[in-house]
């Protein structure tokens, strides 16, 4: 079953804007997780924000949890080409991570 | 990045057949796990291991069987392929459970015709 599911499906922006990603889940977690992939390739670890966390900060990623609402998001400042990527969010929780379908994120030049 | 490996990288095969999937890994990492993607699911989760011969269904195990018999091994094999197999098989590593991140091989993209 999936635990997060990540909001919008797709996006599309002008390289140089930010980008933000949103991920709901429905059950209680120890983490969550975002991964990014690029296209035919592995996911690649991003960021992981403990359940006791409200914040996090890795270069131009920030991601936030509310744990209350059961979501998180993940904002990408002054986006690249690079950035364009399919990113996931995992929930962890027992023994394994639960993942969502993810974002479709397009960087316009 | 983190050493792991899947082989074979593509493959197609025909209804009915047995095939393995390989990862290797050169991490010593105790958790493995094989997850497959399909557009619209993202990952769901096969087997898993915690250890050498200790292994546990996940989410949707049924005609997969997995194997570990050396710390840097994990093999998942479809006992009779079928078309509903067909995706793309993801390797991933940890050094824990969910505590920690999860590095993934490059994938396997498998054709069942």
């Known amino acids: 079953s999936q635990q997060g599911e990540e909001d919008p499906q797709a996006l599309s922006i002008q390289e140089g804007e930010n980008a933000t990603m949103n991920c709901s889940y429905k059950t209680s977690i120890n983490n969550l997780q975002w991964y990014r992939q690029n296209s035919g390739r592995g996911l690649v670890h991003l960021i992981l924000i403990r359940s006791n966390e409200r914040e996090k900060h890795s270069g131009r990623l920030r991601v936030t949890l509310d744990t209350s609402k059961k979501s998180s998001s993940l904002l990408i400042t002054a986006s690249r080409a690079a950035d364009t990527a399919s990113y996931f969010c995992?929930?962890?929780?027992?023994?394994?991570?639960?993942w969502g379908a993810g974002t479709k994120l397009i960087i316009k030049p | 990045d983190a050493g792991i490996t899947q082989s074979p990288r593509h493959k197609v095969t025909e209804t009915g057949t047995p095939v393995t999937l390989r990862c290797h890994q050169t991490e010593n990492h105790r958790y493995m796990y094989w997850y497959r993607q399909d557009p619209g699911h993202g990952l769901r989760l096969i087997h898993y291991?915690?250890?050498?011969?200790?292994?546990d269904k996940g989410e949707v195990s049924d005609g997969y069987s997995v194997s570990r018999s050396k710390t840097e091994d994990f093999l998942l094999t479809l006992e009779s392929a079928t078309s509903s197999q067909t995706s793309v098989y993801f390797c991933?590593?940890?050094?824990?459970?969910?505590?920690?991140?999860?590095?993934f091989g490059q994938g396997t993209r498998l054709t069942v015709v």
């Open positions: 991933a590593i940890s050094a824990q459970e969910s505590g920690t991140e999860a590095f």
């Open positions: 995992a929930t962890g929780s027992n023994y394994q991570l639960i």
């Open positions: 291991s915690y250890g050498v011969k200790d292994t």
